[in-house]
Nanobody, 120 residues
Framework: VQLQESGPGLVKPSQTLSLTCTVS??????????WSWIRQPPGKGLEWMGA???????YYSPSLKSRTSISRDTSNNQFTLQVSSVTPEDTAVYYC?????????????WGQGTQVTVSS
């Protein structure tokens, strides 16, 4: 299984950050996997943001729930992250990953990560 993040590397403050994770070698609808977004701000630890399950259910970190949305495109085997009203504090390397539970679980596959900078 391979995961690949894609999206703009630079986003202006107050705009919406949008990233896509393309999965190959396995279906995002396969029982019973969770597909997560995780980020790592510079100099800080990993932060789980949210996940979408094999059935399309979503789970979010309480601290980000009001600004975060995760959806999927099963025809293209992709899932997407949107974060609204971004600030420079949203600058981070963003990863997508697979597990069998929500939260900072045991992830067996990760994308390589993509740098997103929030700056005017």
């Amino acid at each position: 299984v391979q995961l690949q993040e894609s999206g703009p590397g630079l986003v202006k403050p107050s705009q919406t950050l949008s990233l896509t994770c393309t999965v190959s070698g396995g279906s995002i609808t396969t029982n019973y996997y969770y597909w997560s977004w995780i980020r790592q701000p510079p100099g800080k630890g990993l932060e789980w943001m949210g996940a979408i399950t094999y059935s399309g259910s979503t789970y979010y970190s309480p601290s980000l729930k009001s600004r975060t949305s995760i959806s999927r495109d099963t025809s293209n085997n992709q899932f997407t992250l949107q974060v609204s009203s971004v600030t420079p504090e949203d600058t981070a390397v963003y990863y997508c990953a697979r597990s069998m539970d929500w939260g900072m679980s045991d992830f067996d596959y990760w994308g390589q990560g993509t740098q997103v900078t929030v700056s005017s």
